[in-house]
């Protein structure tokens, strides 16, 4: 048995995950000697009966499936650096576009026009600028996110939340043929027979979020999945960006909270891009003929973002807390704030906190 297979074999068994694994693999040398030495009387599969990874592989043969795991090249590296990252992915369509520089766009299935109108632009800008969509094939924003991403020529992944043999909403399995026909991926860690299930979706939220590299939350209620995935993303250092609405407007509740608690505020792909551009090297940091030549008497900051920077560190400060430490007022922070974040020296958490760039400059 090879690693690769071992993966699927341990995918496919009740009650084992990513760090289980690793830790058994760690004690037996090798994921393939933690598979030979694991309890027969625990080798149970999730879909009851005994585990059969040989018969899984013939499975996606037949479904015309590739099933790659941390042991394959192809395994997305945005996964491969992600804590509890899936032992298998079983995927429809290009592999390669799971590696794709991706953005994930995600919202309550019971959207308002309002919300739908917006996703499908957004998706239809950024896939555009060249980003690849990612979101969860539900209906509602989902569905128009990836609706939008096609319509512009883009690459979207769908995850879902079930065995891709039992797929999840039966209405969007039209959509998921297209996104696959287009050079996209249909994606789920779930082995053949698993339907979808409350257990499910918070684990397809979590590659959703792990996949890309920013996530934008549409429209939310207060109560919602797209929050578990906002939370996610921000656990896993991703930054998470909202669309504001009417206050007074219940589907939008759980955005404006994102907002509210420091995510960063969408109104166009504009706002996204310029949220996206601290992963590309700054200027100061490019090596070249063509790179401008600092100016040694120029300060990286002003008077005001010096006092600012002062009282920030890389666990992060809250914006009430920078105001009562330099005396300035709440607005005139939060405009310094963000034009340090802007010169790529800060970021923002949640919670309304700053912290200075993990890089560094």
């Keep these: 048995m090879t690693d690769r297979e071992a993966y699927i074999a341990f995918n496919l068994t009740e009650h084992v995950g990513f760090a289980t694994v690793e830790e058994l693999a760690q004690q037996a040398g090798s994921v393939a000697a933690a598979w030979a030495a694991y309890p027969e009387t625990k080798k149970v599969s999730r879909t009851g009966g005994s585990v059969d990874w040989a018969d899984e592989l013939a499975q996606a043969k037949r479904f015309g499936v590739a099933v790659v795991t941390p042991a394959d090249?192809?395994?997305?590296?945005?996964?491969?650096?992600?804590?509890?990252?899936?032992?298998?992915?079983?995927?429809?369509?290009?592999?390669?576009a799971l590696a794709k520089s991706g953005l994930a766009l995600i919202g309550t299935r019971r959207a308002t026009s309002y919300g739908k109108d917006l996703a499908n632009r957004l998706a239809f800008d950024l896939a555009k600028a060249g980003w690849s969509i990612v979101s969860g094939l539900a209906l509602g924003i989902d569905a128009e996110a990836h609706r939008g991403a096609l319509a512009a020529g883009g690459v979207t992944v769908g995850v879902i939340g079930s065995g891709l043999d039992r797929f999840y909403p039966e209405a969007n399995r039209e959509l998921a043929r297209e996104i696959v026909q287009k050079g996209g991926a249909v994606v789920s860690?779930?082995?053949?027979?698993?339907?979808?299930?409350?257990?499910?979706?918070?684990?397809?939220?979590?590659?959703?979020?792990?996949?890309?590299?920013?996530?934008?939350?549409?429209?939310?209620?207060?109560?919602?999945?797209?929050?578990?995935?906002?939370?996610?993303?921000?656990?896993?250092?991703?930054?998470?960006?909202?669309?504001?609405?009417?206050?007074?407007?219940?589907?939008?509740?759980?955005?404006?909270?994102?907002?509210?608690?420091?995510?960063?505020?969408?109104?166009?792909?504009?706002?996204?891009?310029?949220?996206?551009?601290?992963?590309?090297?700054?200027r100061a940091a490019?090596?070249?003929?063509?790179?401008?030549?600092?100016?040694?008497?120029?300060?990286?900051?002003?008077?005001?973002?010096?006092?600012?920077?002062?009282?920030?560190d890389e666990v992060g400060v809250s914006i009430d807390e920078l105001v009562r430490r330099t005396k300035l007022p709440v607005a005139r922070v939060s405009s310094l704030a963000l034009q340090l974040r802007l010169k790529g020296f800060v970021r923002f958490l949640p919670g309304n906190r700053i912290a200075t760039c993990q890089t560094g400059r």
């Design 286 to 312: 490019k090596k070249g003929a063509d790179a401008p030549a600092a100016d040694p008497e120029q300060p990286p900051y002003s008077v005001e973002e010096a006092l600012v920077m002062l009282h920030v």
């Design 73 to 96: 090249a192809d395994y997305p590296p945005q996964l491969r650096a992600a804590p509890g990252r899936p032992l298998a992915l079983y995927v429809k369509g290009d592999v390669k």
């Design 189 to 282: 860690e779930f082995p053949f027979g698993r339907p979808p299930d409350r257990e499910t979706f918070p684990i397809r939220n979590h590659v959703v979020a792990a996949l890309a590299r920013g996530v934008v939350a549409v429209e939310a209620p207060a109560r919602s999945g797209t929050l578990i995935t906002t939370a996610i993303a921000a656990d896993l250092g991703r930054t998470v960006m909202a669309v504001p609405a009417r206050v007074d407007s219940r589907m939008s509740a759980g955005c404006l909270q994102l907002i509210r608690d420091g995510a960063v505020l969408v109104r166009h792909a504009d706002d996204v891009l310029e949220a996206m551009s601290e992963l590309l090297p700054s």
